[in-house]
């Protein structure tokens, strides 16, 4: 009977689904004290959590609670959103990709859905396509060209060529987006904000379809969650157990393309959520993705919160757009990671 | 490069190569003074040369479009002799100033100076700059020395290294926007517009001295290809040497930097092109490289005012595109080979 109770590690099993559990308190916690830092700053100091009351004032709302209600909530909403997508974007390219340092700005997503965007705003017979299908296409483009240079063609992935061919094809992306700019003055001045991702500007429309599309992609994320376990074990272990890899890859790969489109369409470029957020969930709760879904979930919208808090909290002039944030807290930490794994195995 | 195909003896290629790649420079940079928002006539440009009499535009001559071309070649083939030499001391065929973080600390580097402080004058900017570059290659050097890693790690290792210090470079930008803040955007993108005689003149003694020494060098370098033991049992002083060429590397690419901003994958692409022309002896391919990063990068800057005048195009931005766009097909082709 004892036995049964024990794990293999000699700790009663209820301790550690406590403690999975707990971790999901706290996490829970700190992002909600983020997303109070986030809603109780901004340019007013009048606003604060009793204008929460005026959600559903409609006309009849002060200035005040117009404010939490148009600017505040969407912005802080949008933050979250845009953790959500791009994390689980990261999750399913780390997966089907088995490479731990995929993320869409790796992997030049991010800047092929920037180049998408660039175009949508130049090229006038472009200019009836939605945002977010053109920044889709063309980020899904940018991954099949870097899979294409990994050697996908010829039927594996180097994992260094991988991330090198991602770097080469961001960089071509994220260069004709600058030609862009240069040609057009007219979009000039939107894009460079744009391009260091700026939520500042955000409604409640930018919001609502960052959350329209986190919630199916989840929930189709959660439908493959299994093949990406199954992923992990290599390619031949899971054709063996009656899965073709290739289609997971190229469906985790549409998906994590959509998502990454959207966030990108709303908000630009922001990058390291998508690195980042997988590895902490990794790091608190294994390998399952059933269980990494969401708790790469909570992390995403976390971390961005948090960014934009920090981006509003920071004292200067003006305020930091939330994806240099972003990269301020991630680019370290890429760089502890892959020193930490240099010393050990290869990526 | 394969065996098979090397002939017996040099031949006479290399000697053929440089002497073509350094005709078509000159005839770059002449065509790069008709490029600009003002068209000019043969004769103009050729009597504002040659200081004759007749119709003249000595300013847009002599003052922007000479030094601007001059200045392009130097940084273009500092930074693609910066590259070979990376290339070649690391034995690693993806390395370069920026794949290895150099650019980034360099560019760091200068901002914080620009920005904090203001009354250094800006002749002096490549000092900072060079401080930058050589901390960046020594973070990543130090990184290299941990443990036994391999030299394609190193690539990855210097590209975190250069990603973290380009979040330094965005937050620096963002904290000090003001009304001149257009300009260091321009130049981070890697451009040549508005630079001059004195920005030419406080490089140029630096970057030729470090160009002279790394050729001097190039000999032992031939040597050091052969794998560290060979060459120690050559007489090769190998960590002397190989720190002395990486020092000259590193101030190359930081100082050229300094003046022209981050000019994209010219480091990375000048060596490759140049082992495919001449091979891989390091005594006629680093000039070689030096003379092709020169054309490359005078070629991009005159394109680059050609495309749509008035408007610039950043030397940079066209740079990457070709350059990134070459690396892709170098990772496609080593695939092949193996």
Redesign the interface.
């Known amino acids: 009977m004892t036995d049964l109770t024990f794990s293999r590690t000699g700790r009663p099993s209820r301790i550690r689904l406590s403690r999975g559990g707990m971790r999901g308190a706290v996490l829970t916690c700190v992002l909600a004290a983020g997303a109070l830092a986030s809603l109780l700053t901004g340019g007013r100091d009048d606003v604060g959590l009793a204008q929460l009351a005026g959600l559903f004032a409609g006309e009849a709302a002060s200035p005040a609670e117009q404010t939490m209600r148009d600017i505040r909530l969407p912005r802080t909403l949008a933050a979250a959103g845009l953790g959500i997508n791009l994390g689980v974007a990261g999750l399913l390219l780390q997966a089907v990709t088995r490479n731990p ?1 995929a993320s869409p700005a790796i992997l030049g997503i991010n800047q092929g859905a920037a180049l998408g965007i660039v175009l949508g705003l130049t090229v006038p017979a472009l200019a009836v396509v939605p945002g977010w299908l053109l920044a889709s296409v063309f980020g899904l483009a940018a991954a099949c ?1 870097t899979f ?2 990994a ?1 996908l063609v ?1 039927g594996r992935i ?1 994992s ?2 991988l ?3 991602g ?3 961001g ?2 992306g ?3 987006v ?2 862009g700019y ?2 057009e ?1 007219d979009i000039a001045r939107e894009v ?1 904000r744009w391009t ?1 991702g700026d939520i500042a500007d955000l409604r409640i429309d930018a919001a609502l379809r960052l959350l329209a599309f986190a919630v199916p992609g989840l929930g189709l994320a959660y439908l493959m969650a299994h093949r990406l376990n199954l992923m992990a074990m290599g390619h031949a272990a899971s054709h063996g157990l009656g899965f073709d890899p290739r289609a997971t890859l190229v469906q985790g790969t549409v998906l994590a393309a959509l998502l990454t489109g959207v966030s990108i369409s709303v908000a630009g470029p922001i990058a390291f959520v998508g690195l980042v957020a997988p590895h902490i969930a990794r790091w608190l709760c294994g390998a399952d993705h059933r269980r990494l879904l969401p708790v790469v979930v909570l992390i995403g919208a976390t971390l961005t919160i948090w960014a934009d808090a920090l981006s509003k909290l920071l004292p ?3 305020e ?2 939330v994806g ?1 944030v972003v ?2 807290l ?3 930490w ?2 502890v990671s ?2 930490r794994r ?2 050990t195995a ?2 | 490069m394969s065996d098979a195909r090397r002939p017996e003896f040099p031949g006479l290629r290399g000697p053929v190569t440089l002497a073509l790649l350094g005709a078509l420079l000159p005839v770059l940079m002449f065509a790069g003074l008709f490029a600009g928002a003002i068209p000019l006539e043969i004769e103009t440009v050729v009597n504002s040369l040659l200081g004759r009499d007749g119709p003249r535009q000595d300013f847009i001559v002599l003052q922007s479009r000479l030094p601007r071309a001059l200045l392009a070649a130097l940084a273009g083939g500092a930074l693609a002799l910066s590259g070979a030499l990376i290339q070649a001391l690391m034995r690693n065929p ?1 390395a370069s100033p920026k794949i290895v973080g150099i650019n980034s600390g360099a560019a760091f580097a200068v901002l914080v100076t620009a920005f904090y402080i203001p009354a250094l004058p800006h002749s002096l900017l490549p000092v900072p700059a060079a401080l930058g570059g050589l901390m960046a290659g020594a973070l990543v050097w130090w ?1 290299a020395q ?2 036994d ?2 030299p ?2 190193l ?3 210097g ?3 250069g ?2 210090l ?3 470079v ?2 620096l930008l ?2 000090n ?1 003001g009304p001149e803040s257009s300009a260091p ?1 321009i130049w981070l ?1 890697g451009s040549l517009w508005g630079r001059g005689w004195t920005h030419l003149a406080s490089v140029a003694p630096v970057l030729l001295t470090l160009a002279a020494a790394a050729l001097i060098l190039a000999f032992r370098l031939d040597l050091q290809a052969l794998g560290p033991r060979r060459a120690a049992g050559l007489g090769v002083r190998i960590g002397l040497e190989r720190t002395l060429a990486l020092l000259a590397a590193v101030i190359l690419a930081s100082v050229a930097v300094s003046v022209v901003g981050v000019l ?2 010219v480091g990375l692409m000048a060596p490759h092109v140049a082992t495919r022309l001449v091979g891989g002896r390091h005594r006629i391919m680093l000039p070689t490289a030096a003379l092709f990063g020169a054309v490359l990068t005078v070629g991009a800057d005159t394109l680059g005012r050609a495309i ?1 005048p008035p ?4 030397a940079g ?2 740079t ?2 070709m ?3 070459f ?2 097909w170098l ?2 082709a080593e ?1 092949r080979r193996i």
């Open positions: 340092l060209l294409a240079i050697g010829s180097d260094m060529r991330i090198l061919g770097v080469a094809v960089a071509i994220f260069s004709a600058r030609l240069t040609l003055d460079v260091v200067q002039a003006e930091a757009p240099i990269a301020m991630g680019a370290p890429l760089l892959v020193l240099s010393g290869h990526v | 993806l990184c941990r443990g890693i391999d394609r790690q690539t990855l290792v590209l975190a290294v990603l973290t380009d979040a330094g965005d937050a963002v904290a926007t955007l993108t994209g994958f749509r408007l610039e195009i950043s931005i066209l990457a595109l350059g990134a766009a690396f892709i990772l496609i695939d």
